[in-house]
């Protein structure tokens, strides 16, 4: 695992990203790409998790959380189930990606993988979510990315 963008330990790159709160519905590691999913009983708003699914609707980033998880850091875990988490639904910010299998070039569209919380080159009938800032060739990088909602890759 290396942090391809040392020097920011949480949070998005820059002011102008688009983080929200939300509720964590399982353990979220930062910079995992996050789905919707149901509210628990008494919530109005969904709650947020990794998912698994390489065609599922990627809501955002996690970059931050009531455990002040760090990228890179001894301590990844964002969020446990019930804690609150900040999520980047637009704009710059790091990212989990596997560029083991396919490397991840500058420009890539990133889309789920088939392992929680981990973001892989888009394939078609993915739904990417993301462009890569950064190059990976290791299976845990953390890497700059641009979060723009692109949809299914055709």
Do not use: W
């Not at 190059?135 to 692109?150: G, K, L, P, R, Y």
């Amino acid at each position: 695992m290396t942090d391809k963008y040392f020097g920011l330990f949480d949070g998005a790159i820059d002011e102008r990203a688009y983080v929200i709160n939300a509720i964590a519905d399982e353990q979220i590691t930062i910079g995992s790409p996050v789905t919707v999913v149901a509210p628990a009983v008494g919530e109005l708003l969904p709650r947020v998790e990794p998912t698994d699914s390489i065609t599922a609707y990627i809501h955002g980033v996690c970059v931050g959380g009531d455990s002040n998880g760090t990228y890179g850091g001894s301590s990844e875990i964002a969020g446990e189930a019930g804690d609150a988490v900040k999520v980047c639904i637009n704009g710059r910010c790091k990212v989990r990606v596997d560029g083991s299998g396919t490397p991840v070039a500058i420009g890539s569209q990133l889309g789920p993988q088939a392992t929680d919380g981990v973001a892989v080159v888009a394939v078609t009938t993915n739904s990417a979510f993301a462009r890569a800032l950064q190059t990976s060739t290791a299976s845990t990088d953390f890497i700059a990315c641009s979060v723009d909602q692109e949809g299914v890759v055709a």
